[in-house]
């Protein structure tokens, strides 16, 4: 590869677009090529700046009511009359007319959090499987990586979310890597991380409930579980370890995060 | 030419005439997901925080009602395209010019094209000066817009090329060179106010 076809593929290069055997021919052209590679570090040194430092502004508060407001004032009348059907006991409590719209979203609230209790355990059992499986079999990681730049675009780019994987070899919890796995009837991802000889998974996926849940501890068949919600995503650590580690490895995940 | 990552689907696929229950939480499992980075995607488009915030509810209605056009995929890929086509609608309705400055390339003097090339070093130098969050967003906001949704949608959002395409309806070629164009703005624009400070 020469100068002018390894210029022209740097920003796919950089963007890890590049087919693999591309890819090697850029690598191999860069290292033995001092301008080019400068060119590269340059466009490097850029990405990274603008990922560290550009404004990412969280959606202010009140955003999403006012949304699910308007959306329950404008779906209007279909929607919400099949939703009063199916629970009728809460709109019955509720003022006709303009509020009707108001009871579809508030029904459905409350039969997500009726439907909570048993939903979680089921979830519990469903990522200490997971957990089981991958342990127990060869299939611990699908990209093995201690580098969050790694594992985050890998896993946003096979999922719908983008979960941070960040590493915490510093706290004693280094990353080992990413997995796909499949939890409450959805693919989710699985951040691998090691304590000692043991594996956490951290499972996370984007959740339909409103508003964040504190940490919950549960453990079964042997393995500890803790669970919270934050920002809209559900979180699940798995492990082995004891619960006061991994409640140890969990508060240095949201400190990191 | 780039290989397009391969998405996983991520929903079952369903026909139309979902059921309302089923139809309201998938558009919850969206739009809880997904706010923010549709919010933070708008707020690059309009570079204003209250016309972010119309632009991202009257993009929400719009989703819920094209939701059964939705036929699983990336959620947040989907949302973003609504919120681009939104914004770019709203900015016809309010006939607003867009305030992009463009920069001229041919009042470059030596000095700054010679900065085009400088080494990774120098620019990271840049970016690790105190002021280098003022310069970086400085420099984002005053990117015209072509330039500025593909470098948000590929540096913030993290989206692949094919992703990109697909949002903002143009070519992966397309994409491509907008992105090398936007960052080579991004440097100038960088050096320049470096220079002035």
Redesign the interface.
């Known amino acids: 590869m020469n100068c002018t076809e390894s210029r022209s593929r740097l920003h796919a290069y950089l963007d890890r677009e590049l087919d693999l055997e591309t890819s090697l021919a850029v690598e191999r052209h860069l290292a033995s090529c001092a301008d080019c590679r400068a060119a590269f570090e340059t466009q490097s040194a850029l990405q990274a700046g603008i990922r560290r430092h550009a404004h990412y502004p969280a959606a202010p508060a009140g955003l999403a009511e006012r949304i699910r407001s308007q959306l329950a004032r404008e779906s209007g009348a279909p929607a919400p009359r099949s939703w009063r059907l199916r629970w009728p006991g809460f709109a019955q409590w509720l003022p006709v007319g303009a509020a009707a719209a108001a009871a579809a979203i508030v029904s459905w609230t409350v039969a997500v959090q009726y439907a909570a209790v048993p939903v979680e355990e089921q979830l519990a059992e469903q990522v200490i499987a997971g957990h089981a499986r991958s342990t127990l079999g060869s299939h611990l990681v699908d990209v093995a990586s201690s580098d969050q730049h790694t594992v985050k675009p890998w896993l946003s780019s096979k999922l719908d979310f983008s979960p941070s994987a960040v590493d915490l070899a510093n706290a004693g919890f280094p990353l080992a890597g990413g997995r796909l796995d499949y939890v409450g009837e959805r693919p989710v991802a699985a951040l691998v991380y090691r304590y000692r000889q043991h594996v956490i998974d951290l499972f996370v996926w984007p959740q339909a409930q409103r508003g964040d849940a504190p940490l919950k501890a549960l453990s079964s068949r042997g393995y500890n579980v803790l669970h919270w919600r934050e920002g809209g995503m559900a979180y699940w650590a798995v492990s082995d370890v004891n619960e006061p580690e991994l409640k140890a490895f969990v508060e240095a995940y949201a400190a990191a995060k | 030419m ?7 689907v ?3 696929i369903q026909g139309k005439g979902l ?3 089923s ?3 998938r558009f ?9 980075a ?3 995607f708008a ?2 488009l309009t570079r204003d ?1 209250r016309n972010a ?1 119309d632009v ?2 009257e993009a ?2 719009r989703a ?2 094209s939701l059964d056009g939705f036929h699983g ?5 989907w949302l973003l395209a609504i919120v681009r086509n939104t914004y770019y609608t709203w900015l016809k309705k309010r006939r607003v010019e867009a305030l992009s400055v463009s920069f001229d390339e041919d009042t470059m003097d030596g000095g700054e094209l010679a900065a ?9 130098a ?2 690790q000066q105190q002021d ?2 003022r ?3 400085a420099a ?1 906001e005053q990117l015209p817009e072509e330039f500025r949704e593909v ?2 949608l ?5 989206l ?2 094919k992703e990109i395409a697909a949002i903002a309806g143009i070519p992966l070629g397309t994409v ?1 060179s907008r ?2 164009r936007g ?1 080579k703005l ?2 100038q624009h ?1 050096r320049h106010a470096q220079r002035e400070s």
């Open positions: 780039a290989q397009a990552r391969v998405m996983a991520m929903y079952p059921e309302p229950k139809r309201a939480r919850e499992e969206i739009f809880a997901a997904h706010l923010d549709a919010y933070a707020r690059w925080e915030e991202v509810q929400c209605l819920f009602k995929g990336n959620g947040r890929a085009l090339e400088a080494p990774g070093s120098a620019v990271d840049l970016l280098a969050r310069l970086v967003n984002l470098i948000v590929r540096e913030l959002e993290d692949s090329y491509m992105l090398a960052r991004l440097l960088l």
